[in-house]
């Protein structure tokens, strides 16, 4: 039966990191914080957070061994995706510069634009790819919001029937 007694400062920090929402970190964090305040064994936690036990136990391993450090994400073991880091070295001086001077008419930078320069490098890479290589990167990616056109009828407009419609009821009348 693995158990988990903190002191004050362990604690401490627990709950410090807790509030870090980027990662899966929080929930680690918890399961300690649940073996220690509450005394809950690892089948209760496994339950209440929606997990397998196996995935608690190592989770309450990892803290003994390291204590925070050992509930961070570490990169996965295996070689690194070479088109990803090549996709990397290329898009960091891209990244800086507006599409426009690069022969494209967007107003930024898209997944399938970028994927699409790359291939225009040589480089045959998917969207997925290039995502990856800016999530690696320290990029934050977000889809453009889409925005309506400056000659689009609003909504009283299109209710009424539209800006035709309402021209020809004044040539009418």
């Known amino acids: 039966m693995i158990h988990v007694d903190l002191i004050p400062e362990q604690r401490k920090a627990l709950e410090k990191a807790r509030r870090i929402?980027?990662?899966n970190l929080a929930?680690?964090?918890l399961a300690v914080l649940l073996s220690d305040r509450g005394g809950q064994r690892v089948p209760t936690i496994a339950e209440a957070r929606g997990r397998h036990e196996h995935t608690i136990r190592s989770w309450l391993k990892a803290y003994l061994r390291e204590e925070i450090d050992g509930?961070?994400?570490h990169p996965p073991v295996g070689r690194t995706n070479r088109k990803e880091q090549a996709a990397l070295t290329i898009l960091q001086p891209v990244l800086a510069k507006h599409p426009n001077e690069y022969g494209y008419l967007e107003a930024g930078w898209s997944t399938n634009l970028?994927?699409?320069y790359l291939h225009?490098?040589?480089l045959e890479?998917?969207?997925n790819t290039v995502k990856r290589a800016l999530k690696r990167g320290g990029w934050v990616y977000k889809r453009f919001a889409k925005t309506m056109p400056a000659h689009a009828p609003s909504s009283e407009e299109k209710k009424s029937g539209g800006r035709d419609s309402q021209r020809h009821q004044v040539e009418a009348g």
């Open 21 to 23: 929402r980027s990662s």
């Open 27 to 29: 929930e680690r964090c």
């Open 71 to 73: 509930l961070k994400e």
């Open 114 to 116: 970028l994927a699409d």
């Open 120 to 122: 225009r490098q040589g």
């Open 125 to 127: 890479t998917s969207e």
